[in-house]
T-cell receptor
Framework: EDKVVQSPLSLVVHEGDTVTLNCSYE??????LLWYKQEKKAPTFLFML????IEKKSGRLSSILDKKELFSILNITATQTGDSAVYLC???????????FGTGTRLQVTL | DARVTQTPRHKVTEMGQEVTMRCQPI?????VFWYRQTMMQGLELLAY????????DSGMPKDRFSAEMPDATLATLKIQPSEPRDSAVYFC????FGQGQYFGPGTRLLVL
């Protein structure tokens, strides 16, 4: 059975801190790893990673994949209160990239 | 700004009633997914289609749930009869090869 594990489960930081969220996986027929941000609504797509060692960056967010060690990290620098959300990691498998989701990391950024 | 649309956004119904949820995927996306999200189970994949053909519906309770894609612009998820344990947020997502999956706003279902 495909498995995606995220850590930590939850995290409280002060505005301006840098955070690292972790995602490890055990799946068959890996295709891609995706990160989503979910506030009180639908998950919003952040990144899709398919190759090891290539960093994807968008503003203060960045992510990298290690296909040998089967994990990915999501970094957020200079956090803001608007970064407070649940961050979901999902791994796509098979020809249609069926996604298996982790349970998420709940991030709270305080003033 | 292309996005997935879902209707209705909210639905309250009584146990035993039929519920139909609709989804319009992003134009050009050939893969459509139905997910259910609850506090206890998180996001669960119910079914998905590629080029309108069902690929996997093993995540759905087959006796009461059905998913179809009558054309490229419409996917439906039907529950008949509905039960209180079906109360959840149902998301539709669409994608294409080499792209991420993009989620619709969801249908929040409450079965009394």
């Amino acid at each position: 059975e495909d498995k995606v594990v995220q850590s930590p489960l939850s995290l409280v930081v002060h505005e301006g801190d840098t955070v690292t969220l972790n995602c490890s996986y055990e799946v068959t027929n890996f295709r891609s790893l995706l990160w989503y941000k979910q506030e009180k609504k639908a998950p919003t797509f952040l990144f899709m990673l398919t190759s090891s060692g290539i960093e994807k960056k968008s503003g203060r967010l960045s992510s990298i994949l290690d296909k040998k060690e089967l994990f990915s990290i999501l970094n957020i620098t200079a956090t803001q209160t608007g970064d407070s959300a649940v961050y979901l990691c999902a791994v796509g498998t098979g020809t249609a990239s069926k996604l298996t989701f982790g349970t998420g990391t709940r991030l709270q950024v305080t003033l | 700004d292309a996005r997935v649309t879902q209707t209705p956004r909210h639905k309250v119904t009584e146990m035993g009633q039929e519920v139909t949820m609709r989804c319009q995927p992003i134009l050009g996306h050939n893969t459509v997914f139905w997910y259910r999200q609850t506090m206890m189970q998180g996001l669960e994949l119910l079914a998905y289609f590629r080029n309108r053909a069902p690929l996997d519906d093993s995540g759905m309770p087959k006796d009461r749930f059905s998913a179809e894609m009558p054309d490229a612009t419409l996917a439906t998820l039907k529950i008949q009869p509905s039960e209180p344990r079906d109360s959840a947020v149902y998301f539709c997502a669409s994608g294409a090869f080499g792209q991420g999956q993009y989620f619709g706003p969801g249908t929040r279902l409450l079965v009394l």
